[in-house]
């Protein structure tokens, strides 16, 4: 489920040798109030993950790197291959009105905040993923909390049902596999994203998910009626 804040943002054009990289500095307050939600852990491996959007077409802001900033402090920030823009929950950062200027690969006059509910994996020992399938519903479990904490009391009850797990990965395409013992599920994979359906999960329960790939995080996959 995305939640949309409008967010004014400034265009900056940093001058780097002859050509200008165009970037947005957003305060780091914004992201704060939302990471304060599930920064005590109470909603186990599930959190929310950060997008910045265009008002004009609703495509995705990319975003080459990030920096969070106060007078006396400079901060690295994370964006991932798909423009995921991961901060350090900092209660000082907030208390100094930190800002975050994000490099773009284009300019935007402005873009705004999209928020996302999303669990973490392990990163594998080696170049194979494998993740027990328990694990995976448990992060479902965690996922489907949070989003009934943001839905609030009366929203929680009118939230699409949630279908399945959307694993989201760096390579554009190949093939996992559902494994428990003896049985063997192939699931192809298109477009950098991975679905497993609540029934494939309970058949396989006892199993692990297996693949060759790199994992960015999972996202409930909710029923649109």
Not at 161 to 182: F, K, N
Request: proline content about 6%; some cysteine.
């Amino acid at each position: 489920m995305n939640n949309r804040y409008g967010m004014a943002a400034a265009l900056l054009m940093a001058p780097m040798l002859a050509v200008a990289q165009p970037s947005l500095e957003l305060q780091y307050g914004t992201f704060y109030s939302q990471m304060k939600t599930f920064a005590k852990g109470e909603f186990g491996h599930a959190r929310l993950g950060f997008y910045l959007t265009d008002p004009q077409n609703g495509r995705r802001c990319q975003l080459t790197s990030a920096r969070v900033s106060t007078l006396d402090r400079d901060v690295a920030a994370e964006v991932t291959i798909d423009s995921e823009l991961r901060l350090p929950y900092d209660d000082d950062l907030n208390l100094d009105k930190a800002s975050v200027v994000v490099g773009l690969t284009e300019p935007h006059a402005a873009c705004d905040l999209s928020v996302q509910v999303m669990a973490d994996v392990p990163p594998p020992a080696d170049s194979r993923w494998e993740l027990k399938v328990s694990e995976l519903t448990g992060r479902q479990h965690d996922m489907q909390s949070l989003l009934e904490k943001l839905a609030g009391v009366v929203g929680k009850y009118f939230l699409p049902e949630m279908t399945g797990v959307r694993v989201s990965l760096v390579q554009p395409s190949g093939t996992a596999y559902l494994i428990d013992g003896a049985r063997q599920l192939p699931l192809p994979w298109q477009e950098g994203e991975l679905l497993l359906n609540n029934a494939q999960l309970a058949e396989f329960a006892e199993g692990k998910l297996q693949l060759q790939g790199e994992i960015l995080r999972l996202t409930p996959w909710l029923h649109k009626g």
